[in-house]
């Protein structure tokens, strides 16, 4: 599969931004998908998955209650709404995808063991 990320940009604090992550083929029921970020000296984390069948979310104690991962079938996107932003967000924000049943449920916090991904997107949040 072929991810790419958009919807990165300049924000204020307490802003909102929506990235998409849209993939060559259809998701749904088929590949766990997340969202990871990498600041400037920090090593990439995930901030967010979303399963195969679509059930079971995860989201990191940072952004929990501020971001929201959804998936479009529609569009074959996969969404990550991001509200209340603070600069500690600031970061290449990008999506990544394993095929169904190649993650163990310990694993899909792993970014390393994701095998595809999309380049980045840039986000900032600054006054």
């Known amino acids: 599969v072929q991810l790419q990320a958009s919807g990165g940009g300049l924000v204020q604090p307490g802003g909102s931004l929506r990235l998409s992550c849209a993939a060559s083929e259809r998701t749904s029921g088929n590949y766990d998908m997340a969202w990871a970020r990498q600041a400037p000296g920090k090593e990439r984390e995930i901030v967010a998955t979303?399963?195969?069948?679509?059930?079971?979310?995860y989201y990191a104690d940072s952004v929990k209650g501020r971001f929201t991962i959804s998936r479009d079938n529609t569009k074959n996107t996969v969404d990550l709404q991001m509200n209340s932003l603070k600069p500690e967000d600031t970061a290449v924000y990008s999506c990544?995808?394993?095929?169904?049943?190649?993650?163990?449920?310990?694993?899909?916090?792993?970014?390393?063991?994701?095998?595809?991904w999309g380049d980045g997107t840039q986000v900032t949040v600054s006054s």
């Open positions: 990544a995808a394993a095929q169904r049943g190649y993650l163990r449920l310990r694993e899909i916090t792993r970014a390393t063991r994701y095998p595809y």
């Open positions: 979303l399963s195969w069948i679509g059930t079971i979310t």
